[in-house]
């Protein structure tokens, strides 16, 4: 699982020790496991939320983690093209590539650690899939992808693209140099991450080296969610065991306990964290598929539309493969 490393973390800035007496640690209040199931043209997901109520997850929708999966040759598989209306994909490259390209212009390829976050608003269509040539020679694939909301105001905003490097992710540490953490957008302690968002949201990739513990300052008003890549290891102040492909759901507080145990796997090292919070947006949220709007009679429009054209047209061409950096030719 590569994404961004370093040689050295303790080169890196830290997070602040916690004072036991003044901070408030959030209980984990529901743990959940994610089914696996197939999304696109045939790549296998886990369904990360998957039996957690809305309430809880808001402003998210959905996160699937693709993979993780080393493909044979002539066996990558993406999406086809799809229409999206009034929310926000992110997709985060931990191994491999992809290449995304939609009906507003917007397209590029991400490998390891690299994040699309493409803003669907108003609407448009849209296309994932590897490259041909991985196509051709198969390898390892593994990613996120995360649906965060848009409010009532922002759901027909104009579509934007961001091409979010892994290079300019904040990276920092523990006090004792246990983890790696990787800020992709919003901040933790201080440091934020590069990607741009309409609701105020912290998502974050952190490496727990095994026995190691992360005390994660968080933010009272956001809500708190730990999704296990891989490993095994025990969340919250009671901690919970967890392992690869469970959901914590945390409560009230300011900040996050994980503990990674003292002995992990062979193909799974350390114990790799998705960690997801932001300001719920506490409004109705009516969603057919690929659209996610107020009510169903904006559904309903959303769909109108998309059968007139109006979410935009497929490319006459698609868009040349351009090799991510650190990919070569």
Excluded: C
């Amino acid at each position: 699982m590569p994404a961004i490393t370093v040689d050295d973390v303790l080169v890196l800035p830290r997070l602040p020790e916690l004072d036991p007496a003044t901070t408030r640690y959030r209980e984990v209040r529901r743990l959940t496991t994610a089914p696996s199931g197939f999304e696109g043209e045939g790549f296998p997901v886990r369904r990360a939320f998957a039996g957690v109520p809305q309430p809880e997850l808001d402003p998210f929708l959905h996160l699937d983690q693709m993979g993780e999966v080393d493909y044979a040759p002539g066996e990558p598989k993406g999406t086809p093209w799809h229409p999206h209306r009034g929310f926000e994909t992110v997709t985060y490259m931990i191994d491999g590539i992809m290449d995304h390209q939609d009906s507003n212009g917007g397209g590029g390829s991400i490998t390891n650690g690299d994040t699309q976050w493409m803003t669907a608003g108003s609407g448009l269509l849209h296309i994932e899939a590897p490259p041909e040539h991985l196509v051709v020679s198969g390898g390892l694939f593994h990613g996120l992808q995360l649906w965060v909301n848009l409010p009532r105001a922002k759901k027909l905003a104009p579509p934007r693209y961001q091409d979010i490097r892994g290079s300019a992710a904040a990276l920092l540490t523990t006090p004792d140099g246990g983890a790696l953490i990787r800020v992709i957008a919003g901040e933790v302690a201080g440091h934020r991450g590069p990607g741009s968002t309409h609701t105020p949201i912290s998502v974050v990739h952190v490496s727990l080296e095994p026995g190691a513990q992360l005390d994660l300052p968080w933010r009272s008003d956001f809500n708190a969610l730990v999704y296990v890549l891989s490993g095994r290891g025990g969340v919250g102040q009671q901690g919970r065991p967890v392992h690869t492909g469970q959901l914590a759901v945390y409560g009230r507080g300011d900040a996050l306990r994980v503990r990674a145990d003292a002995s992990q796997d062979g193909n799974a090292p350390r114990l790799e964290l998705f960690v997801m919070g932001g300001e719920p947006i506490r409004e109705p949220v009516a969603q057919y598929g690929p659209f996610v709007m107020n009510t169903r009679e904006e559904l309903i429009e959303a769909f109108e539309d998309y059968q007139a054209g109006r979410l935009g047209v497929v490319p006459a061409e698609r868009v040349p493969h351009t090799p991510a950096p650190g990919e070569g030719a």
